[in-house]
């Protein structure tokens, strides 16, 4: 017996300023395919606007099923959509003021359907809500733009990040990827993958700020890169950082990627370490993002 075939709409996905340009329209239609992974991924903002326009519509439809029955309700308008909307409110949390109640066989009927519809969507929002609660997350700050520069006489690409909660991320590691686009022999268009290997590429705890660096010799395949060559190729820089959240015990993940528009070449960042007139070190945030060029003085 043969599988099932699945089809899959695809999703068109071009390339601008080294950014990916994802057509709305066909991500849309591929996200409501997983509608468990959509209401993950959304923000709080948009979870809580679909879970109450859910809310409205799903009682709307009971609303308008009670009116399909004529006059079914004590104590309910005949054919009044407002009592009957309420009304189907009251069944669905199951709050019973005892004003308005079912009196026919139909009615009865639409609130026994309510009432198994109501059980199992206030298990799913629960499951929801619970599961997006208790989903690991980290709060790491990556550097607006990746610099290649001169680092102890060699040119090194450097990615500035930060922990921004008040904790320690042990065990961390990061791991820096290099992409572009090439040709093969044949004369076929490949996106293609290279590990960078890193000055520093694990620490035991991550609590403040975090350099990550990569030695540009000649077996890295930035060596002797240029802005034009890097634009060419659509290069893109993948930054992955794992670890360990102590607070939680959880393992968190956390990414970030630079276009060709967002690597500068000859900058160095601003110092965000600082020592104050009691001799106490202390670090500004505020610095952060901040680069110059390499032969401005600070």
Known sequence: MKAPKRRY??????????????????LLKQYWRDPYHLML????????????LGYLCLNAVFALLYLLGGDSLVGARPGNFEDAFFFSVQTFASIGYGVMSPKTTYAHG????????????????????????????????????????????SPT???????????????????????RDEETIEGNRIRRFYSLPLSRS??????????????????????????ERFQESNGQLILSITGVDETVNYNIHVRN?????????????????????VGDRYIDYTHFHKTRPHSTNP
């Not at 991924?41 to 109450?52: A, D, E, H, N, R």
């Not at 967002?262 to 110092?271: G, P, R």
């Open 41 to 52: 991924s959304v923000t709080w903002k948009m979870f809580f606007l679909s879970i109450g």
């Open 157 to 179: 690409l450097i990615i500035r990040t930060a922990n921004a909660r008040h904790n320690h991320i042990v065990e961390a590691h990061a791991q820096l990827y290099f992409t």
């Open 110 to 153: 639409i609130v026994t359907l309510e009432a198994i519809m109501s059980l199992l969507t206030i298990a799913i929002v629960t499951g929801l809500s619970f599961a997006r609660f208790s989903r690991p997350s980290a709060r790491v700050i990556f550097s607006q733009n990746a610099l290649i520069t001169t680092y102890n006489g």
């Open 9 to 26: 709409r695809p999703i068109r996905i071009a390339r601008k300023n080294g950014k990916l340009d994802i057509d709305a329209g066909s």
């Open 202 to 227: 694990h620490t035991p705890s991550f609590s403040l700020s975090w350099n990550i660096m990569h030695s540009i010799d000649e077996s890295s395949p930035l060596y002797r890169m240029t802005l």
């Open 257 to 277: 990627t630079y276009g060709m528009n967002e690597v500068l070449w000859d900058h160095q960042f601003v110092d965000i370490i600082f020592t104050d007139e």
